[in-house]
């Protein structure tokens, strides 16, 4: 296995620039960071008919939303997809993942409503599951009054957000019609998973000591091992969850962890299929201007999700 030609240009142009690592940063420069990468390599911003922000009720104040419609409405609700941007529950927010809500919402032909939950270390573990969950209720409980389909919501979200969709699914198993899992985060025991020791010390864009940092943010001293809203992959049955989708990224620390919960989904009787983009790196699909692997993946993830909800 090698890097492909495009994830090793990039991560040689990274390495040149001989910035300091993510969790060397103080948290608000690295999230100023993250945005201007994702923007950078992203592409161009793709066009969309309608993108509004707006808030709900949640369990400890408002939770903002963006809804992106993909075409004029009329009359035949549409499929819905709830997204949770990635970030290591620390950085990442609406702007971050904006373009990759665009391109779901206009390649699959599905409402997205994308959720600003609240992030670490200001707001640590549940608060943003709990504001997730709130949201998929919500979107369940209103998709009619913004011509979405109640029986067609679909999760998804990647690295964190992969990690919340994943945790949604579960625990509103009866509201979910598909899961998109984006190289989630699945597993906060102390399993050891080889990816992590393969590709963990930094020279492929996320590192151990980074999600350490994360974790540690989100955490604080407690220890999310057992719990099933932190790690999916702890729960006691995963027999009758939605059909899901897991992408993972051969040069990634979690792509072990990714796996080994889509072949439990699988081994519990439920649709899961698994992709894994061998010669790149994680967050590769937010890169689709820089990384051919991301073009690729975000085509495929949608022509999914858009059979999936069909």
């Known amino acids: 296995m ?15 620039q001989g910035g300091p690592a993510l969790h060397e940063m103080p948290v608000e420069t690295c999230r100023n960071v993250f945005v201007g990468l994702v923007q950078n390599l992203q592409g161009d911003v793709l066009p969309i008919h309608d993108s509004e922000d707006r808030e709900i009720s949640g369990p400890n104040g408002n939770i903002p939303l963006r809804v992106y419609t993909p075409r004029g409405l009329s009359g035949k609700k549409i499929p819905v997809l709830v997204f949770f941007h990635g970030g290591g529950w620390v950085i990442g927010d609406l702007e971050t993942h904006d373009n990759m809500c665009r391109y779901y919402a206009n390649e699959a032909d599905v409402i997205v409503v994308a959720v600003d939950y609240r992030l670490a270390p200001e707001h640590r573990f549940p608060a943003g599951i709990e504001d997730c969950i709130a949201a998929t209720k919500w979107v369940h409980d209103n998709a009619a009054t913004f011509g979405g389909d109640s029986s067609k919501i679909a999760v998804t979200g990647d690295s964190a957000g992969g990690n919340m969709a994943a945790v949604v699914a579960q625990q509103l198993r009866d509201h979910v019609a598909f ?48 719990d099933v809203k932190a790690s999916p992959i702890a729960a006691k049955s995963l027999t009758g969850l939605p059909p899901a989708l897991t ?4 040069f990634d620390p979690l792509r072990d962890e990714g796996k080994a919960y889509a072949d439990a989904l699988g081994a519990a009787g439920v649709p899961s299929e698994y992709k894994c983009y061998e010669g790149t790196i994680h967050g590769f699909l937010s890169f689709p201007g820089a990384l051919e692997a991301g073009a690729d993946g975000l085509r495929f993830a949608a022509e999914r999700l858009k059979a999936a909800l069909s």
């Open 2 to 16: 090698a890097l492909d030609v495009s994830t090793d240009t990039l991560l040689k142009n990274i390495a040149a």
């Open 247 to 250: 992408i993972t990224a051969g």
């Open 179 to 226: 899961q998109l899992l984006m190289y989630p985060a699945t597993d906060f025991s102390a399993t050891n998973y080889a990816s992590r020791e393969q590709f963990g010390g930094g020279e492929y864009f996320l590192s151990s000591a980074d999600m350490a940092w994360f974790g540690k943010l989100l955490f604080g001293d407690t220890n999310p091992a057992g």
